[in-house]
Antibody, heavy 119, light 107 residues
Framework: EVQLVESGGGLIQPGGSLRLSCVVSGLTVSDNYMNWVRQAPGKGLEWVSIIYSGGSTRYADSVKGRLIISKDNSKNTVYLEMNSLKVEDTAVYYC?????????????WGQGTRVTVSS | DIPLTQSPSSLSASVGDRVTITCRASQTISNYLNWYQQKPGKAPKLLIYAASNLQSGVPSRFSGSGSGTDFTLTITSLQPEDFATYFCQQSFGTPYSFGQGTKLEIK
């Protein structure tokens, strides 16, 4: 059974930093494309970032230069380093696996971790 | 960037009804279009991938169609557990994008 378990969220002041983790079981991050998607309170889904199996990365313009995706293949874990946080980064952050199949959908999701940026 | 326009933003329907949700891309995305269902407090769940393929375990009352820029999600014979919010998503290229969502409510 595939499981993705996020952690590391919490309350942080504007300008602060936080690191989210996504521990994966049932598949190997070294072989998969892994994404972070967020959802602000009462809002829709927003794609944040992807790390490809080879380690290259892409970001949404809204987070470029402040959020950094990485992974540790030995720990089968994906990270999202969040710096210079803004109030508008407040959201539930989901980790999601992108299937390497037709349509490249996000077929496995974690339960999410909540980040609140507020003074 | 490829914005997706989803309509309607909300929809009231009754158990047993047939409903259709549309998603329009700002440029052609071939069939790189996926549909998700989300219930309050839960992660999204994949329903349809590559525009028209039913994800394993999803009831056959869900179907998808379209290609290029215009796509639809159809639910036939609505069941109580189908009342949720639905999102389309394009995987044609990064930055990936989602539609703004359609909240399906009980009439």
């Amino acid at each position: 059974e595939v499981q993705l378990v996020e952690s590391g969220g919490g309350l942080i002041q504007p300008g602060g930093s936080l690191r989210l983790s996504c521990v994966v079981s049932g598949l190997t991050v070294s072989d998969n494309y892994m994404n972070w998607v967020r959802q602000a309170p009462g809002k829709g889904l927003e794609w944040v970032s992807i790390i490809y199996s080879g380690g290259s990365t892409r970001y949404a313009d809204s987070v470029k230069g402040r959020l950094i995706i990485s992974k540790d293949n030995s720990k089968n874990t994906v990270y999202l380093e969040m710096n210079s946080l803004k109030v508008e980064d407040t959201a539930v952050y989901y980790c999601a696996r992108e299937a390497d199949s037709s349509g490249y959908p996000f077929d496995h999701w974690g339960q999410g971790t909540r980040v609140t940026v507020s003074s | 960037d490829i914005p997706l326009t989803q309509s309607p933003s909300s929809l009231s329907a009754s158990v047993g009804d047939r409903v259709t949700i549309t998603c329009r891309a700002s440029q052609t995305i071939s069939n790189y279009l996926n549909w998700y269902q989300q219930k309050p407090g839960k992660a999204p769940k994949l329903l349809i991938y590559a525009a028209s393929n039913l994800q394993s375990g999803v009831p056959s009352r869900f179907s998808g169609s379209g290609s290029g820029t215009d796509f639809t999600l159809t639910i036939t014979s609505l069941q109580p557990e189908d009342f949720a919010t639905y999102f389309c998503q394009q995987s044609f290229g990064t930055p990936y994008s989602f539609g703004q969502g359609t909240k399906l409510e009980i009439k």
